[in-house]
């Protein structure tokens, strides 16, 4: 079974940056979708973006596009979410899952890390 650790998440101010890994350990195996997901308190979890195993695929939602990169390291098992120009409606604990299909839905995920808090403040 898959476990899925975040990291990287703290304080940081409007317009900074910050880089979240998550790490999977345990037995995986080739094919497997990487999503990053978002939860605001009082709000429902939300997409934030999505890679393939092979990287070939990608997509980020709306609300982040031009300011937020997905990658993954496959060697390594390891996601990426570089998140530039942050603001403060961005703040919220951060999530990686994995699926065995690239999709926005958190439903499709089987897997999920325990999350990591992201505040940006003003």
């Known amino acids: 079974q898959v476990q899925l650790v975040e990291s990287g998440g703290g304080l940081v101010q409007a317009g900074g940056s910050l880089r979240l890994s998550c790490a999977a350990s345990?037995?995986?195996?080739?094919?497997?979708?990487m999503g990053w997901f978002r939860q605001a308190p009082a709000k429902e979890r939300e997409f934030v973006g999505v890679?393939?195993?092979?990287?070939?695929?990608?997509s980020v939602a709306d609300s982040v596009k031009g300011r937020f990169t997905i990658s993954r390291n496959s060697a390594k098992n390891t996601v990426y979410l570089q998140m530039n120009s942050l603001k403060p409606e961005d703040t919220a604990v951060y999530y990686c899952?994995?699926?065995?299909?690239?999709?926005?839905?958190?439903?499709?995920?089987?897997?999920w890390g325990q999350g990591t808090q992201v505040t940006v403040s003003s």
């Open positions: 890679i393939s195993w092979s990287g070939g695929i990608t």
């Open positions: 345990g037995r995986t195996f080739s094919g497997y979708a």
């Open positions: 899952a994995a699926g065995k299909v690239v999709a926005m839905y958190s439903t499709k995920y089987d897997y």
